[in-house]
């Protein structure tokens, strides 16, 4: 049976189109998941897409949070179903408490687009198998407020515990807190990540193609539970 | 206040009318008087104050204009076979085969932008995608084409990072990649930077809307924002004036936007597409539900009757006048059978988009309007819509045209770099000046990734979208401008920018096939402005029939001066092209070592109204670049036909900086250097800074030099192998040698440095 990943649409998402198409390439079935339904369609992991979901006025994945669909979603999520949250999918992991910390204005106080180098920290996350831990990547990176924050006592455990998925290397691009451009919860199913790996799957329209092993990851994961 | 009704224009034909403040002139409120057969009542007034304006009317330009019908190019010429829908309606829609039909159009939003940079440059993204929207198709990509005062000018800081925000801000938002455009200084844009936005967009064939109303009893559904009381008299007192010291503040005639209610209107009107709900299809940008009403009744069979009061409003407080002329963001306005009303407004509900039905098609033939069941509006639509006046202005070839001209940039006239060393620093000079140097603080504002399809975007010569993933259909769009050309010689200038647009799609690999354009001018009641449009739009005009590419619409913006100075004339011209196969693209870097370096074209000297006399001398005279279509037409045919067939690996066009800055643009994308031997018989400083027309540099893998070079010796293209793709430097032999280190120093870091 073909594993089924779905792709949350929040009113204002824009990469769900995108999400999907890297589902489809990693060899799973996307499945168009809506906000208003709570019912999740039988998915095996589910994705958090880019986008600026209902406008983002108030402060960003703060109204998403409380939509029908993130009512199971976080839910499943505490069960043990892999989430990969993108750019504004990891700030509504964020704000559902799913993920400690906050994403912020970069410190350029601009939207920044660009190639970004990462290096990959943890390659034990559902999300992340198919990498090696030190392993560099470079994937788009497309943010206004994608500056990860978090306590100190937070930041240490994050470290401690090897739950920084990635980091930015050469250049620190919104001036996240030591560098951080992923993250995972304890258990590993849940991942947020503010750089966009799905725009990094095809050598046509990516800088690279390198962001596909976050979605084959989750397929070998899914395949040998 | 007491409501204007029909009836009491009727009694009171005395009362006197604010036409002057609402910008029409005298002779245009007796002709208003004339066809009512009464004084019009305030809504009436509103309504034609707008609809009347420049540019909303095209009153002085439209008598040029219809050469871009008459010239059209003729049945059989790609271009012209792949027209659907030309000039007239929301955009043009080209035929790009295997049953896609693609829309684009270039705007302006000038004015609003210099007065709230932020806002205006914002909401005009948000018009275009609407007009784009409104033809049937999805918006699949925007571009900006965007000209500033000095660089080092104090008010450029406050305009440029207002405007490049709020691009970002809105296009970013709705989820479009932005996928190249222009960015250009120089002083003459000091009180009136040019604010340009072009929106593509895809659609099946089958699947192409119209903006008319037929059909009596059909629904006329007003859906999207509530209407505010922002962007009143937007187009008229707007647009359609030239800035003055001391005028009242304009600020409140500038729309402010909500591109989240934007991106729900585009997701929610593709749904209501797909399911054949509507019969005809309006956006409401300038003049607002003015525009929308009387566009829509005028273009259908039959009148339409609206019932104002039933609009939602932000402010309850509105006047009919005010409604009419609201320019309130992220509206839309369709025609609708009355069978299929509930499941429109059930999709709109789905999308939390507030939808109203606000009046119906009639069997009549006037526009009545109603306002808590009185008659406030009862016009010809036509009368508002279609037949505004039509002038004939004056104009004449300026007393100082042929003194600047005969200020050619000759040897004698402007100090040419004597030697090597010289020549390198004027380069550099070139190299790191506000024009040429690497835009990537701009677009790096810009979301140039999302929904997955780009394949070239900028600094690339055009960028390119694919359309489709199964078969790699693609279009690329390229737009350019070059106003110091253009006040040298208007109709060559014009022509100039289309052959450059035309070659920068060609040299990614796209066949060029259709334009939209964006003509920016001073006052229209200036008799040399008036030249100067009436030459660029012949020169356009022209060139189009030539080169087989139909103008499909576009928009003109006159009234860019403040005080007596005019904008140098700025046509804008994008071109679209298609291409079969987009992984047979070509990008401008060199980035394989060993591959040879071809010049493309003729090079003579030809430095009016360059770079190179802009940055060293800051001078503008003499004759812009000559024009040969029939060359730039064989040039983009051997470019596609090298790139489809695998014989270059990058191509660049050569245009503002010329060769010196074409090498330098394609070694840093690339990341590879270049040696170059400068031909027998060229003056050095010629073949680096000239800027002839009609040329391109590329690289040739040596497994394909016999084959390159037999076509275009078959072909009769004049080619010359120039050096070769190597090392770390570019190298001019003989001359200098400059690092890429050394040259990406100069490149970067110039625009945020001049902003800080």
Redesign the interface.
Known sequence: MTTRVGVVTF??S??D??AQ?AVRLAGAEPVALWHRDKDLHQIDAVVLP???S????LRCGAISRFSPVMETIIEQAKLGMPVLGICNGFQVLCESHLLPGALTRNDSL?????DQKLRIENAETAWTRDYSAGQEIVV?L?N?EGRFVADQHVLDELEAEGRVVARYVDLNPNGSYRDIAGITNAAGNVVGLMP?P??A??P???PTTEGLGFFTSVLKQLVNA | MTLDTVKNAEQTPDSAQPWAELGLKEDEYTRIREILGRRPTGAELAMYSVMWSEHCSYKSSKVHLKQFGEKKPSAGTAGADAMLVGIGENAGVVDVGQGYAVTFKVESHNHPSYIEPYQGAATGIGGIVRDILAMGARPVAVMDPLRFGAADHPDTRRVLPGIV?GI??YG????LPNIGGEVVFDPCYQGNPLVNALCVGVMKHEDIHLAQASGAGNKVILYGARTGGDGIGGVSVLASETFDATGPAKRPAVQVG????E??LIECTLEIFAEKLVKGIQDLGGAGLSCATSELASAGSGGMRIELDTVPLRDNTLSPEEILMSESQERMCAIVEPGKVDRFLEICEK??VIATVIGEVTDGERLEIFWHGELVVDVPPRTVAHEGPTYQRPYARPSWQDALQADAPSASRLARPADGDALKADLLKVVGSPNQASKAWI?????????????LSSPEDSGMI?ID?ETNLGVSVATDGNGRYTKLDPYTGAQLALAEAYRNVAAGGAKPLAVSDCLNFGSPEDPDVMWQFAEATRGLADACLVLGTPVTGGNVSLYNQTGETAIHPTPVVAVLGVIDD??RRTPIGFAEPGQLIYLLGDTTDELGGSAWSQVVHDHLGGLPPKVDLERERLLGEILIAASRDGMIDAAHDLSDGGLGMALVESCLKGGVGARVVVPEGLDPFVFLFSESAGRAVVAVPRSEEVRFNDMCGARGLPVARIGVVDGESLDVQGQFSVSLAELKDAHTGVIEALLA
Do not use: M, S
């Not at chain 1, 209902?54 to 006025?57: C, F, K, L, M, P």
């Not at chain 2, 677009?443 to 394949?455: M, P």
């Open positions: 009113p204002g824009l990469d189109r995108d198409r880019g986008g600026f209902y406008g983002d006025y601009h939207f920044i687009c660009r788009p497309k206004g966009h799905e725009h799957v095809e046509l329209t990516g | 925000a970002g801000g970013n938002c709705l989820g909500d591109p989240f209610q991106k729900l999308w939390d677009t790096d504002q810009y979301d140039r990734y999302v929904l997955g399809n780009t394949v694919r993933e987009v992984t």
